[in-house]
C-alpha cells in the first residue's frame, strides 16, 4: 500500500532554514506528484508546491516563491521540501502528499488532488 | 488566489442525522472541488473529488453537489466516526486553496 513516511520534529530559530524529507513506497515513485501542504495550530491547510517524481520539475505556490524549494532523489524515493528565513508564521505541521493523478499515456498526469497523506512533520519556529 | 466560503463553520448533530456543507467560491472553478475529511490529530483523508466523485472506500453516506456557483457535501444518517472537520478544496486554479473548515461536533 501507499506509504509516505516524514521525517521527525523540528525546532528552528527565526531566520534560519529547515529541511524535511517524505519517503515514499508502495507504488511507482516516478509516476506520480507529490505536492507538500502545511497546516499552522487551529488553521485550514495550505498547499505550497508540488514536485513531478518522474522529471523533477517543481512548481510553487506565489507566496513561498522567494524561499521554498522542493526537490527529490528518485534513488531513495523521497521528497525534500526546503525552507528559508523562517519566522514564526511558518510555525505548523508540514504534510508531504500524493497527487491523485499518476501515469497516463506515458505522461505523469497532475490532478492537485490529494489521496495519499504522509503522517506529517511539526516544525517550531521560536526564538 | 480563489477564495473558498465555507458554511457554517461550525455545526452541532446527533448520530443519525443528516448534515449539508456549502463551500462557495470566489470565482468560477467549474467542477474542480474536492472534499476532505480531518479528525483531531489526524492527516485529512480525501472523500469527493471533481465535486461529486466518491473516493474509493468512502461510505457511501458522503456525497458531493453542485447547485449553480455553490458546492455541496452532504452526509446521510451520521456515524459516531464522521464527527471531524470537513475542508473543500478548489484545483481549478493556482494556488490551490482550501475553505476555512467546517467543524461537525455530537449534539
Known amino acids: 500500500q501507499v506509504q509516505l513516511e516524514q521525517s521527525g520534529v523540528d525546532l528552528k530559530k527565526p531566520g534560519a532554514s529547515m529541511k524535511i524529507s517524505c519517503k515514499a513506497s508502495?507504488?511507482?515513485?516516478?509516476?506520480?506528484?507529490i505536492h507538500w501542504v502545511r497546516q499552522a495550530p487551529g488553521q485550514s491547510p495550505e498547499w505550497m508546491g508540488w514536485?513531478?517524481?518522474?522529471?523533477?520539475?517543481?512548481k510553487y505556490a506565489e507566496i513561498f516563491q522567494d524561499r521554498v524549494t522542493i526537490s527529490r532523489d528518485t534513488s531513495a524515493s523521497t521528497v525534500y521540501l526546503e525552507l528559508r528565513s523562517l519566522r514564526s508564521e511558518d510555525t505548523a505541521v508540514y504534510y508531504c502528499?500524493?497527487?491523485?493523478?499518476?501515469?497516463?499515456?506515458?505522461?505523469?498526469?497532475?490532478?492537485?488532488?490529494?489521496?495519499?497523506w504522509g503522517q506529517g512533520t511539526m516544525v517550531t519556529v521560536s526564538s | 488566489a480563489t477564495q473558498l466560503a465555507q458554511s457554517p463553520s461550525a455545526l452541532s448533530a446527533s448520530v443519525g442525522d443528516s448534515v449539508t456543507i456549502t463551500c462557495r467560491p470566489s470565482e468560477g472553478i467549474n467542477s474542480a472541488l474536492a472534499w476532505y475529511q480531518q479528525k483531531p490529530g489526524q492527516v485529512p483523508r480525501l472523500l469527493i473529488y471533481e465535486a461529486s466523485t466518491l473516493e474509493s472506500g468512502v461510505p457511501s453516506r458522503f456525497s458531493g453537489s453542485t447547485s449553480g456557483t455553490e458546492f455541496t457535501l452532504t452526509v446521510t444518517s451520521l456515524q459516531p466516526e464522521d464527527f471531524a472537520t470537513y475542508y473543500c478544496q478548489q484545483f481549478h486554479t493556482y494556488p490551490i486553496t482550501f475553505g476555512q473548515g467546517t467543524r461537525l461536533e455530537i449534539k
Open positions: 514536485i513531478n517524481g518522474g522529471s523533477g520539475f517543481a
Open positions: 502528499a500524493r497527487d491523485r493523478g499518476g501515469l497516463m499515456m506515458g505522461v505523469v498526469v497532475n490532478h492537485d488532488i490529494f489521496d495519499n
Open positions: 508502495g507504488y511507482r515513485f516516478s509516476h506520480y506528484v
